[in-house]
């Protein structure tokens, strides 16, 4: 249903241009093409002599007729049979030449060099040709690539100092409850009263998806004071409630956005950590435009695992990336867990660095409100409804983060 809604959304409406240095995580608006071909010119791979391939045949001496370096344009005149220039790695292939011998597998005899014995060359070889790897005007990348290293690598090898991208979507974080209380407040807690964990770890999350999370002042568990809080953050791109979607008698973060005549797409899901999360949207209403929101479980971990199940597909199509769905890899387990028949069971665990099939580890946890089990987890295992245990070695899906 999220991806449904997702494919509807259509490109983002505000474009802006931006550094380079600030490009990471940034959704590309506006295709790169190649500035001139890629590579440039015909390139050497290796430090050696640039030959014709043919006349390199075993045994024959070769006249070393100068050298050409990176950053240089051979002007020496065509390379001929029996002729060679000295060549550094990423120099330009002098005309005439088509391929390159390692330095390594020839030997100087005077002025000329020789192959080593057996070894042939190949037309082309240690030789990547103009244009290969893109043609001028050739899209490299194409709106809706989410900029990373890779991509800043390429939009410089392009020539460009910066990126047309889309404006992060804006996203109002709303964080419910009477017992809530803003870390750097300057207030002691008593013991009853919990610090606004959510606001900061939404922030994070939604930055991380490629929008701007804004934290609105808590609401607390009053008709009067979510409805304002939700009036408020209604005027954002997508807004993102945490607590008050349960059973509780203070739960009303359904019951305002119901009374502000909110669609509900669904107001519960079969896992755990994550049961009462809520997906819909706020029609248009008294020259307020409609707003997608997403009522999260209060319970942080279930706060976050929700989030990246359903809001960071939404959030990323917002932001202008292609609609796809959360990222799953497959991994063994390394221990034996027990099954359960209730809800798919989405646990903390560590995702080990093995180079070759992956292994996963659940982390001890004390349940849905345990933080630091969450931060010791570097991933979700994906755990279905069974009755039997899941053996050791069990391949099992994993939810990255
Ligand atoms: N009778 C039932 N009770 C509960 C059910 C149920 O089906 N029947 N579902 C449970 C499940 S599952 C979850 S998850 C929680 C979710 O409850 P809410 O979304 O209504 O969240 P709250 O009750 O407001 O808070 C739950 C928990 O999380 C703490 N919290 C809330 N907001 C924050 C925040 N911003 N930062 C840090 N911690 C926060 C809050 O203090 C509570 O401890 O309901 C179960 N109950
Ligand atoms: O589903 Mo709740 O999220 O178990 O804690």
Redesign the pocket.
Known sequence: MVLEHARGLGAPPLIEVVALKDAVGRVIAEPVRADRDQPPFDRSTRDGFAVRSGSFASGATLRVMGEVRAGERWSGGRVGEGEAVKIMTGAPLPTGADAVAMVEFVEVVGEGIRTVAGRGLARFENVVLRGSEARAGYVVMAAGTVVGAAEIGLAATCGRAELTVYRRPMVAVI???D??VEVGSGRALEEEE??????HALRALVHGSGGFGGKLAIARDTLEDVTERVLQGRAWDLMIL???????EY?LVEEVLAGLGAEFFFTGVKM?????VVFGRLPERDGAKACYFFG?????V?TQVTFHCFVEPFLKAMAGGVVEGPLFVQAALREAVPGSTGRMRFLPARLGRDRVGPSVTLVGWQG??DMAANARANCYAVLPQREGEFAAGEVISVLLR
């Not at 945490?242 to 509780?248: A, D, I, R, T």
């Not at 755990?272 to 009462?276: D, E, L, S, T, W």
Request: aromatic fraction near 4%; glycine fraction near 24%; charged fraction near 10%.
């Open positions: 964080a419910t409850g017992e809530l919990i610090w606004n964990s959510n606001g945490s607590g008050g979607v349960s059973m509780g739960d755990q950590p994550g049961k009462p999260l479980p209060g319970n942080p279930s849905s409100g």
